[in-house]
């Protein structure tokens, strides 16, 4: 069998590649032990039918505004035409000004605004930003996108915005995201569909779930046959002025529920739940690329002593997030100069929890050679359902290809000398002063966020990388810093983290094989897996530059 692949770009040459592959491997009968997968996606029929009887009954509220909207579908075309839907096509031409590319999403959008009394309020000659404001709640919109998998939308609700809120003890502004979305990712996931019912909203959410998991309060529901999720990040705790409580935020994403009402969307042909399948790798091996098996973390650095999580899942065909080679995957938090996660340090510089000796130097070979090494579901506190403890590390930490000390002796890197690129085509979720960015990808198969950790906030401030930003494939974005809580809370690493959307909401997933497919289309070579610490052999010398005191200009690379 031939595989012919023509494009216009190496990028899309690539990727039209791999869906040959994939349909080569299918036809020929499986993969070979050491292949990576592709995700199994499920994909959703939308009942069009009930949406529009439920449009007509928001609608009706306005009898003066109901005149102006044609429910009378036309069933002689197939429910997947537009103009079956004239109503629905209305409300995008109205919508559309307010949520750029709404009329894009293949599902039902559902937002806190009323149309109806938008245009009512218009029609009086109001301002349209005074009577925006008044139809959505009291929320503010911060960033909206839709394309061809759903759409993702953030609101916030500032302090005494909303008329009859109970007053929060938290005094900043709560932001609430909602996603609807077509294809949901086929994960093992053993705490999954779980969650109390929400008794309040029984009657306009039947089958609604409250979930509290990975940092997130969810309400998880279905409607037209889609799964919508809504979620806020807070803490399972006591409520304070800076930090958010789940019990404080389950109050703002109930009145969000309740707000919610259809604001567009565009019917679509149905389609085909999406197979797993095999990732094409290079044919040609690296020279010197090596990489330890997923799910290999450091011994004893699990928590409570569990092990990592074993997934050879390409989660997408993404560039590498650093701008150059090479680059080095391993763990700040165990390795050299490392806290070994407040477990203590033993005689000589060791960890408690392990026997490997360490250095008090950031800069160390072992910190700057291969192999890699899988650092997902390390020892952390933060709730992550893949990990097999329930709780460890969110991502995989990346070093960058050189580290240059601040002076002899100090051990420590200098920041914000190398580059941080977009892996795709996407949109930024991010606020303003924040260490970390989200990059949320919607295509017609995927629908996939990236989070980008440990950044420069005052770099991303000034560079404009803020919700709703659109960026393209390779375009810089921040740089490797050493910022947590603060400037030089933790070495120069970045982490990256791989969410896809479940029935449950967003779920992160091991991003360790993902990055090592992107860093094998970077390099141009196939890396080759060292099952053992034992068999990886001495670390070559490390790749470090002169020392060099003075800071050099933000977004220096290498």
Known sequence: MRLTVRGSSPLRRARRAAAAWLLF?????GAAADDFRTPGISIARVEW?????????????SPDIAARFTFNALRRLPPSDPRTMPALMQLNAVTLPLFASINQSPVPVLL?????????????????????????????????????????????????????????????????????SILTYDIDDPSGGKGERVSALAAQFPD????????????????????????????????????????????VAERFLKALRIAGGRPSQSRM???????????????????RPPGDIIANSGYRGQDGRADTTVYAQIRFPLKSAPAYANSPSFLNR???????KGDRYRCKSSNKPRAFDESAAENYSYPWQDNFCEARDFDVGQCPAGFGHQGQDLRPATCTLRNEGAGRCIPNRH???????????????????????NTRNEHV?????????????????????????????????????????????LRFDVQVFTRDGWLLVNPYVTLISAYERLIGGRGREIATEAKAGPPPAKPRDPVHPEKPAEGEDD
């Open 338 to 344: 490392s806290n070994c996660f407040h477990r203590g």
């Open 419 to 441: 580059a941080v690129v977009a892996v795709r085509d996407g949109v930024i979720i991010r606020s303003p002063r924040q260490q970390g960015l989200t990059l949320l990808v």
């Open 49 to 61: 039918r009930t949406v529009l009887d439920e449009l007509k009954s928001e609608i009706r509220a």
């Open 273 to 291: 739940n999406i197979a797993p399948g095999v990732m094409p790798r290079p044919a040609t091996s690296s020279s010197d690329f090596t990489y």
């Open 112 to 180: 806190p605004f009323d149309a109806g009394r938008y245009l009512s309020e218009r029609s009086t000659g109001a301002p349209a930003g005074l009577s925006l404001a008044h139809d959505q709640d009291g929320f503010e919109r911060q960033m909206f996108s839709a394309g061809p998998a759903g759409y993702d939308a953030k609101f916030a609700l500032a302090p005494g915005a909303a008329e009859g809120m109970p007053r929060l003890t938290y005094k900043r502004p709560v932001e609430v995201q909602i996603t609807g």
């Open 25 to 29: 491997a299918i036809m020929t009968g």
């Open 449 to 493: 966020r990236f989070r980008y950790m440990h950044m420069n906030p005052a770099q991303l401030d000034k560079s404009g990388m803020l919700d709703d930003r659109r960026v393209s494939e390779g375009e810089k974005i921040g740089v490797v810093s050493n910022d947590m809580d603060h400037p030089g809370d933790t070495t120069a690493h």
């Open 208 to 251: 609604l779930r409250r979930i509290v998991r990975e940092g997130y309060v969810r309400y998880a529901f279905t409607r037209f046959g889609v799964p919508y999720v809504v979620s806020i990040h807070c803490l399972d705790s006591t409520p304070r002025a800076n930090r958010l409580a789940c019990r404080e935020a389950s109050v």
